[in-house]
């Protein structure tokens, strides 16, 4: 019975085929580690923000004087609306957690090498889409924070040379952030975002597999084939990665719903305290301060206090601050490295990706806090050992002493 | 099967090219609404427009509130000895010359306005965005004891004089903005536009 239906699919749509491809005969490698699992656990909160977004949808209202009180609403009035936003809201910043601990993985084993340059490429405009995703989305509930965000994250642009304020008229349809901008910064969040990140992520999945997955030696595993013609060091994605990747969503989810039910606002950090204030053009914040996950960017653009070249300071710290999310999508042009992962990689690599790290975390913490002038230093020099790991790359990658790759997977 | 090569390939791709060319064209037509309908709106428009005031009746030492764009913008007739006294207090000022582009060109001047004795101001405190209050009164004030005349803000005390110049060691870093304006003859005012920049 099972058979005749699946006979009945198979002469219409290539759905045996697929299966196989995508998961009975996926040649996973058997020397995945940890760090693979942050991309089976994104899929799994694209889920959950889809989802719960869409229950928000049904109660939210996207005008500047009935956003602020639908938020209420939905948090008071509907049944289990607080878990449904809390849900939303926790999920934005596990999906930066969960993405920067992929990047990092991919950097790490070098998955960015040919041939996984447009797999890196696609996953960076997954990147660059949260991104997108999580100022819009801020801005929705219309609280202080909510506006203000808008106002200086809007304002970079009219610091763009001859065109920036008509630019920012345009972007704003109107002559101040206003209700107008709210209107389209709910449809981009709501539709067009989503729609391109599914798509994106689809892509960046079939090219997975088109390719394979890399490993923690950075190892062709297809060199090594049994008679059947599959690759000695894999292992059919499912049933093993699928188990085992079952058991780490139930971790994860442990800590994701702790989260959710007893530090739903992070410690002010995830839900800022300022946004259960109503939006007020007429009143600045005191200390006005984004999502944790963007917080290495705004003090990369607080970090510029110069002009330089006839342009203006804002202008060029807008520069420095986008140049900071675009320049990972250089990354497999600028490693020249004869290796992929960091384990047979030299001493300089090492030393500029632990550099890289903890650039990136001294950033996101002194993004967080207000600027002091001693601070304004740090938040300069760390922005340059931040591009330092890009930039020098072509350089310590190709003149480093590197390990010799072994041919197979190493376990233990 | 492959195709059969075209009997002629020039005519085949000039086809091909004037099509693409006509399509192109449709496409970019196509995106004008969509490019426009970013633009404010008409009724954005409306309420964006610039702001009219008659200045005919203020008195020396008087002020007027005109709203602009959603924002008080404060309109300042000094008196004679308040013009005079301009330059009096320019080490208490933290930007006397107005070196910070918070004002159109034809602001940048002493008296930080497009006519001498007329202040046009944005009643925004570059703080954290109160409305400064006009204290036009010399001498002793509750917050100042050689006061000259200009702007307090009773929000976190930051002092700006009579052409909105801010004083050093407050929390304000910048004097207020002046906003575009011209004056359409002596007595009329309009907020919001630059007129014929001279």
Known sequence: MVTKLMNWFDDRLPLTATIERHLTKYPAPINMNIWYLAGVLLVVVLVIQLASGIWLLMNYEPTAEGAFASIQYIMRDVKYGYIIRYMHTTGASAFFALIFLHMFRGMMYGSYQKPRELLWVLGWITYFLLCALGFTGYVLPWGQMSFWAAQVIMSLFGSIPYIGEDLLTWIRGDYLISGITLNRLFAFHVVLLPLALIAVVFVHILALHEVGSNNPDGVDVKKFKDADGVPLDTKPFFPYDVMHDLYAIGVFLIFFVAIMFFYPDGGGYVIEYVNYEAADNLKTPEHIVPSWYYTPYYAMLRAVTFPLFGLTAKFLGFVVMAAGIAIFVALPWLDRSPVKSIKYKGIYSKFFLALFVVSFLVLGYLGAVPSTPARTIAAQIFTVCYFAYFLLMPIYSKYETCKPVPDRVQLG | ?198
């Not at chain 2, 030492?61 to 008080?72: D, Q, Y």
């Not at chain 2, 000094?78 to 320019?90: A, G």
């Open chain 2, 1 to 198: 099967m492959q195709p059969k090569s075209p009997p002629n390939p020039g005519r085949r791709k000039f086809l091909i090219s004037a099509t693409s060319a006509v399509g192109a064209v449709g496409v970019a037509g196509a995106v004008v609404p969509f490019i426009s309908a970013f633009n404010p709106s008409a009724a954005a428009e409306a309420a964006g427009a610039p702001a009219v005031a008659d200045i005919g009746k203020l008195a020396p030492g008087e002020m007027i509130i005109v709203e602009w764009r959603g924002t008080p913008i404060y309109v300042v007739k000094h008196s004679d000895e308040s013009i005079q006294e301009i330059d009096k207090n320019l080490e208490r000022l933290a930007d006397p010359n107005s070196e910070t582009e918070v004002q159109p060109d034809y602001a940048k001047n002493k008296y930080r306005s497009r006519k001498p004795g007329i202040s046009v101001l944005s009643a925004v405190c570059t703080h954290l965005g109160c409305a400064p209050k006009y204290y036009p009164q010399l001498g002793v004030v509750d917050f100042d004891s050689e006061w000259q005349g200009g702007f307090f803000c009773p929000c976190h005390g930051s002092k700006f004089d009579l052409a909105g110049r801010v004083y050093a060691g407050v929390p304000a870093p910048d004097n207020l903005a002046v906003p575009p304006h011209y004056f359409k003859s002596d007595d009329i005012l309009v907020i919001g536009e630059d007129g014929d920049v001279a």
